[in-house]
């Protein structure tokens, strides 16, 4: 089979995986849109009433600081738990099919961005219910796609390494589930960056989604941005998609083998 060249055949492929997943991810569901929110939303409720009302925990805005921590960690949990799977998922289409593998992955995490930014509108509303303004600096508003890009670079980073790697040891995607847990409690989601002993603040400077996730509320809650933090998780982005990206090369023609 001769192999179709041209960016616009990468591109309209890449836009075919998208349409795809959210066709899979909607079909013969009635409520659609309102589940891109919902499990995030019952999320922030469930650790409203844990930290707030039940352990006392002092954090002001504290609704609109577990839905900037939730939503973009959402995002990170759900596709890399998706890209874990999607070769053995897509078995007929790698075995099958000539094209680049990396766009199973890459269409899981673009999926689960689009319903990450579909979600902003929710986020505006509590900030109209809570805080009755929204951040007007325009330089923030541009660094806020710069912040998603960033977090697209370490997801598809990590979404291609643990999807190479599962091929052939099919017992990581349910180490990644084990995984995943333990980092959200080690990221300052559901409490404060300040809540965390002084010897222990090095691990916030090792993990790329705390710095994401302290500027996204830098930005909506403190009109600011920490650039140190921006700059690091940019680093940290890349040097894990490069990572990803190097070992699916070297991984990904012994697919159809394995599968």
């Known amino acids: 089979m001769k192999k179709p060249k041209g960016s616009r055949y990468y591109r309209d492929l890449a836009v075919a995986l998208v349409k795809k997943e959210i ?16 499990n995030p939303l019952s999320q922030a409720l469930i650790y409203l009433f844990a930290f707030q009302y039940v352990l006392k925990v002092k954090i002001d805005n504290y609704v609109l600081f577990l839905v900037l921590g939730l939503f973009p960690w959402q995002w990170l949990q759900n596709s890399v738990i998706a890209s874990s799977v999607s070769m053995i998922a897509n078995a007929n ?7 680049p593998r990396e ?3 890459f269409s899981v995490v673009l999926n689960d961005m ?8 929710v986020l505006f509303l509590f900030l109209f219910i809570y805080r009755h303004h929204v951040v007007m600096n325009p330089v923030l508003w541009l660094l806020f796609p710069v912040l998603a890009i960033i977090q697209m670079l370490f997801i598809a980073g990590l ?20 995984l995943i847990n333990f980092i959200f409690y080690g990221t300052p989601v559901v409490y404060a960056v300040t809540m965390i002993p002084d010897k222990f603040h090095f691990i916030i400077y090792l993990n790329p989604m705390a710095l994401l996730i302290l500027n996204y509320r830098n930005i909506f809650l403190y009109d ?21 990206y190097t070992v699916f090369n070297k991984l990904k023609s012994r697919f159809a083998e394995a599968l």
């Open 103 to 105: 766009f199973i992955v």
């Open 159 to 178: 979404g291609l390494l643990v999807s190479s790697i599962n091929v052939f040891f099919r017992d990581l995607e349910r180490l990644v589930g084990i």
């Open 224 to 244: 600011t941005i920490s650039w140190g933090y921006l700059w690091l998780s940019l680093i940290y982005g890349a040097g894990v998609f490069i990572i990803g």
């Open 114 to 121: 689009f319903h990450f930014i579909i979600s902003l509108p």
């Open 93 to 99: 289409l790698v075995k099958k099919t000539i094209f």
């Open 23 to 38: 066709k899979v991810r909607y079909k013969s569901n009635i409520l659609g849109y309102a589940w891109s929110i919902l």
